[in-house]
């Protein structure tokens, strides 16, 4: 049976504290009093590291283990799709105000500017990206609000699907 190379490397770490711990046991119980509380005190620190290596072993491998695809989201890119979806739901309220002059033509346009720099980043994955133009194609046209609905639904949906920890 082999173990990994980072088993192996845990093991000869625990092997040196375990060490040291029973030697500088041996050395404070040897100032304070005789063998005897020497012994005591460099079995009893060497005991000590040994058990807290033990039962910290799982955790200081796993540290070594590359993690699987599905468990690696990237949370940047997560964040980054997020602000993809407020900037589009933001474009859209001036593109479809509530009141007639709600928004003025600068807020628009900046509003616009925002969403289409905040799509084209290269970290977001492509299936949000494409229902990110899809969603923008929409708003830009003006025309349909149902269809610019449509269009923020399925990006919101997009989003959702590609969210890691769901």
Same mark, same amino acid.
């Given at each position: ?50 058990? @807290?290596?033990? =039962?910290? *072993? ?16 990237? @949370? /940047? ?20 105000? =509530? ?8 807020? *628009? ?6 969403? /289409?720099?905040?799509?084209? /980043? ?20 003006? =025309? ?12 919101? =949906?997009?989003? /959702? ?6």
């Amino acid at each position: 049976m082999t173990s990994s190379i980072p088993a192996r490397i845990h093991l000869m770490i625990t092997f040196v504290l375990v060490m040291c711990g029973a030697v500088g046991g041996i050395c404070f119980g040897l100032l304070l009093g005789g063998r005897m509380t020497a012994l005591a005190a460099g079995g009893a620190a060497g005991l000590g590291a040994g058990i @807290g290596s033990f =039962l910290s *072993r799982r955790q200081v491998v796993a540290f070594f283990q590359p993690e699987p695809a599905a468990a690696r989201a990237d @949370g /940047y890119a997560e964040g980054i799709a997020d602000a993809v979806l407020v900037s589009i739901a933001t474009y859209q309220a001036a593109v479809f105000p =509530l009141t007639r002059d709600g928004v003025s033509e600068e807020e *628009r346009d900046a509003r616009r500017t925002v969403a /289409y720099r905040v799509s084209a /980043y290269d970290g977001l994955p492509l299936a949000v990206r494409v229902s990110a133009a899809a969603a923008l194609e929409a708003l830009d046209q003006g =025309l349909d609000a149902d269809r610019a609905q449509a269009a923020m639904k399925d990006l919101s =949906l997009t989003v /959702y699907d590609h969210r890691g920890g769901r």
